[in-house]
């Protein structure tokens, strides 16, 4: 028989104004208490709704207006739970014994599994790397890996191969801008030279001369394909459904891209490690050096170069930063939390929605939620 939980803290209403004071994030679902302070720069909605919400009972907010939250949005909540409010709710806060009934009333099936906040510890151990345990989750992976937890994960035992599986977002500019740079001068200038001419069939008489003004068009189409690339990518590989029966498919889709929905706020593990990155960089550079002309290729590689730069650093910013509402920053933003925490099948594309458009796969929009 597991050992019963510990028994949760209790805060006087007293103490929950003074750590409001101080500027801490407390909110409440009935009397149950959570510190959301370590997770208002990540809210979807921006900090200063959560801001605007401390010290009050969020149990309506979370059924909506503007949107209901999902279940694993409220398995989210849980992680940041501190304790229990003591004394009566109903003068420290509006509506408390009402909002407790609601939270009974709209989750029950939910409601066992908040008494224990780590609810999924009998499937892995989170003291040893993660990489090794998942593959024998089995038909309960898929489930698993998209219930995210707010926590950093590791992956292997080696401390150095664990180390090279992370790293800190302006790595991506630091490592590759100066190549993207030496790349596209050094193109140009050979475009420049009016050398370059790019062959129409398997014989030489068919050929076309590359000018230098097409830089830029060759360019702007590297960094097109690479948005098409991405969404390929994001949407079929990363977003596989490995058999439940195949330990090596799931411990691959775990490595690749699983980690990230385990653990989304991760920041050690938001923009691709650098080395991971060279060998993915390379093959790309090879591919289109063998398919076109040197300088046409290495043009094409150097706008694609620029398009992963991009990706990364918008990726990085969605989940990290508070765009202004209304603006297209903070409608990726929230396109890609509601990918992460309700619609895996869906909302594929980080730095832009073209792809998403053209193949029916945005975030179906949530109807519009009226106050009772």
Not at 34 to 51: A, I, K, M, N
Not at 70 to 82: D, G
Not at 209 to 233: D, K, R, T
Request: glycine share 6%.
């Amino acid at each position: 028989m597991a050992p019963a939980p510990p028994p949760a803290a209790s805060f006087s209403p007293a103490e929950v104004q003074r750590r409001l004071a101080a500027g801490a994030c407390w909110v409440r679902r009935g009397a149950r208490l959570y510190d959301l302070t370590s997770f208002v720069r990540h809210h979807p909605g921006g900090e200063q709704l959560l801001r605007a919400r401390a010290g009050q009972d969020v149990s309506a907010d979370l059924d909506g207006p503007p949107h209901r939250h999902s279940a694993n949005a409220r398995h989210w909540l849980e992680q940041y739970y501190v304790g229990e409010l003591c004394g009566d709710p109903q003068g420290y806060m509006e509506h408390g014994a009402a909002a407790a009934a609601e939270t009974q009333k709209t989750d029950p099936a939910m409601e066992p599994r908040f008494k224990v906040v780590d609810w999924e510890k009998d499937l892995v151990d989170w003291q040893k790397p993660l990489l090794w345990q998942v593959g024998h989750l089995g038909e309960k992976y898929d489930e698993w890996v998209h219930q995210p937890v707010a926590r950093p994960i590791r992956l292997f035992h080696s401390d150095f191969i664990e180390a090279l599986s992370k790293t800190v977002w302006y790595s991506v500019p630091l490592v590759w801008m100066p190549l993207l740079l030496y790349l596209s001068w050094s193109y140009y200038r050979t475009l420049a030279q009016g050398d370059v001419r790019l062959f129409v069939s398997f014989t030489t008489e068919h050929s076309v001369a590359v000018p230098e003004c097409a830089f830029p068009g060759l360019f702007v189409l590297g960094m097109f394909l690479w948005s098409l690339a991405e969404y390929f990518v994001h949407r079929f590989l990363f977003h596989m459904k490995p058999p439940s029966d195949s330990y090596y498919l799931i411990t691959l889709h775990f490595f690749m891209h699983g980690q990230h929905h385990k653990a989304p706020f991760d920041d050690s593990r938001l923009v691709v490690p650098p080395v991971p990155a060279a060998v993915i960089v390379a093959f790309f550079y090879l591919l289109l050096r063998l398919l076109l002309p040197e300088a046409v290729g290495g043009t094409v590689f150097a706008g694609g170069l620029l398009g992963y730069v991009l990706y990364d650093m918008t990726h990085y910013y969605l989940h990290f930063s508070a765009p202004h509402k209304g603006s297209y920053l903070y409608s990726m933003k929230t396109q890609h939390i509601k990918h992460h925490f309700s619609h895996q099948r869906a909302g594929f594309g980080i730095s832009t929605k073209l792809w998403d458009y053209i193949f029916h796969t945005l975030v179906p929009e949530e109807p519009h939620l009226k106050t009772q």
